[in-house]
């Protein structure tokens, strides 16, 4: 059995990235997830790895774009305002067809915010954040265990797939300490018969670009690149469900916000309220059919988000509106108290009684 060891989030992602194959980092500090980028300063030089502090988040996601070109596992990290620089840089990559781990590590906003813990970058994450029809493969750990495997994953998925991936935690996780195992990570191996490798006279040109002047082409680049976005959203989605086996209210919640709505869950159990949970882990692809699947028990949904109720829009999309959704929500930094949750699940309770 694997040693568990006592680490912070930040650091046990950047540990994580290291075990499953990441030997390129480029970032640039900001709080609150600057913790990544000092481990992966201290550890790539001893492991033959390249650490590069770049002089800005603009060309931090640029050098990770010539990296994925050549097939390498590559990753850089930042918070809320910084991967918004990012934003042009993760466009392309996804309109290049590369594969690569961006860390968003949330704080409040928008504007500079604060750096206190925020899940308000969910549609930022989820809905593009750059211009163009692109997605982005993207998972929300709710523990740092989960940040350690989810790492991994996203790591596998974007280069099975070849999309960019995010990974979304939030500053709670980040600078909280949790005892994990980290030393059973396996590294899938994935084709990479498109990449800049040298062609040493034995093959065609590859070649990596996401500009066509012909909307025709471009178009079908899309299509194309749609039909995989397909497969992922059939293949990929992620959640965990608790206390789901007889809810008639079911609460939504991703990262820190579960570990809360946990606590209230069990208060109202205590109550004889029959509520559950379902946890999105992948938020893109969200866990539709999950949702939509509960509705023939559920009579009401509460959301549990750090932000100003933004998931709560994929809630009511993927349950069809079939059902009304209450949110119990928090912004600017403030997380939701068990209390604040249980509110909202006891006025859930009394409203899907009326239904």
Same mark, same amino acid.
């Given at each position: 059995?694997?040693?568990?060891?006592?680490?912070?989030?930040?650091?046990?992602?950047?540990?994580?990235?290291?075990?499953?194959?990441?030997?390129?980092?480029?970032?640039?500090?900001?709080?609150?997830? =600057?913790?990544?980028?000092?481990?992966?300063?201290?550890?790539?030089?001893?492991?033959?790895?390249?650490?590069?502090?770049?002089?800005?988040?603009?060309?931090?996601?640029?050098?990770?774009i010539g990296v994925a070109s050549t097939?390498?596992?590559?990753?850089?990290?930042?918070?809320?305002p910084g991967v918004s620089l990012k934003?042009?840089?993760? /466009?392309y990559m996804a309109g290049c067809d590369?594969?690569?781990?961006?860390?968003?590590?949330?704080?409040?906003?928008?504007?500079?915010?604060?750096?206190?813990?925020?899940?308000?970058?969910?549609?930022?994450?989820?809905?593009?954040?750059?211009?163009?029809?692109?997605?982005?493969?993207?998972?929300?750990?709710?523990?740092?265990?989960?940040?350690? /495997?989810?790492?991994?994953?996203?790591?596998?998925?974007?280069?099975?797939?070849?999309?960019?991936?995010?990974?979304?935690?939030?500053? =709670?996780?980040?600078?909280?300490?949790?005892?994990?195992?980290?030393?059973?990570?396996?590294?899938?191996?994935?084709?990479?018969?498109?990449?800049?490798?040298? =062609?040493?006279?034995?093959?065609?040109?590859?070649?990596?670009?996401?500009? /066509?002047?012909?909307?025709?082409?471009?178009?079908?680049?899309?299509?194309?690149?749609?039909?995989?976005?397909?497969?992922?959203?059939?293949?990929?989605?992620?959640?965990?469900?608790?206390?789901?086996?007889?809810?008639?209210?079911?609460?939504?919640?991703?990262?820190?916000?579960?570990?809360? /709505?946990?606590?209230?869950?069990?208060?109202?159990?205590?109550?004889?309220?029959?509520?559950?949970?379902?946890?999105?882990? @992948?938020?893109?692809?969200?866990?539709?059919?999950?949702?939509?699947?509960? =509705?023939?028990?559920?009579?009401?949904?509460? @959301?549990?988000?750090?932000?100003?109720?933004?998931?709560?829009?994929?809630?009511?999309?993927?349950?069809?509106?079939?059902?009304?959704?209450?949110?119990?929500?928090?912004?600017?930094?403030?997380?939701?108290?068990?209390?604040?949750?249980?509110?909202?699940?006891?006025?859930?309770?009394?409203?899907?009684?009326?239904?």
């Amino acid at each position: 059995m694997a040693d568990k060891v006592l680490m912070k989030g930040n650091e046990a992602i950047a540990e994580a990235a290291i075990k499953a194959g990441c030997r390129f980092y480029f970032g640039y500090p900001i709080t609150p997830q =600057t913790e990544i980028a000092a481990y992966m300063a201290k550890r790539m030089p001893k492991i033959g790895g390249t650490f590069l502090q770049a002089e800005s988040e603009v060309a931090a996601v640029n050098m990770c774009i010539g990296v994925a070109s050549t097939g390498k596992r590559v990753m850089t990290s930042s918070s809320s305002p910084g991967v918004s620089l990012k934003a042009e840089g993760i /466009s392309y990559m996804a309109g290049c067809d590369l594969p690569a781990l961006i860390v968003n590590v949330q704080r409040g906003g928008p504007g500079l915010g604060g750096i206190q813990p925020s899940q308000s970058d969910y549609f930022q994450a989820t809905k593009g954040g750059g211009h163009g029809d692109y997605h982005l493969f993207v998972v929300a750990p709710a523990s740092v265990q989960e940040m350690v /495997s989810l790492t991994a994953h996203a790591f596998d998925v974007a280069e099975k797939y070849r999309v960019p991936a995010m990974l979304l935690a939030d500053g =709670t996780l980040g600078q909280m300490m949790e005892p994990v195992v980290i030393d059973d990570i396996t590294v899938e191996e994935h084709d990479k018969s498109w990449a800049l490798t040298g =062609t040493k006279g034995e093959r065609e040109h590859n070649v990596i670009n996401s500009l /066509s002047m012909l909307p025709e082409e471009l178009e079908q680049w899309n299509i194309d690149r749609y039909q995989r976005y397909a497969q992922i959203e059939k293949n990929e989605p992620m959640w965990e469900e608790y206390e789901m086996e007889d809810a008639e209210i079911c609460v939504v919640a991703f990262g820190i916000a579960s570990r809360v /709505s946990r606590n209230a869950i069990k208060a109202a159990r205590e109550k004889g309220i029959k509520v559950g949970m379902i946890r999105p882990i @992948t938020l893109w692809p969200f866990p539709k059919e999950a949702l939509l699947a509960s =509705t023939e028990k559920a009579k009401a949904y509460v @959301t549990v988000e750090l932000n100003m109720g933004q998931m709560a829009e994929d809630v009511e999309l993927a349950t069809r509106c079939r059902r009304p959704v209450l949110s119990a929500n928090r912004a600017g930094g403030c997380i939701p108290s068990p209390e604040q949750v249980l509110a909202q699940i006891e006025a859930a309770n009394q409203l899907g009684g009326e239904q």
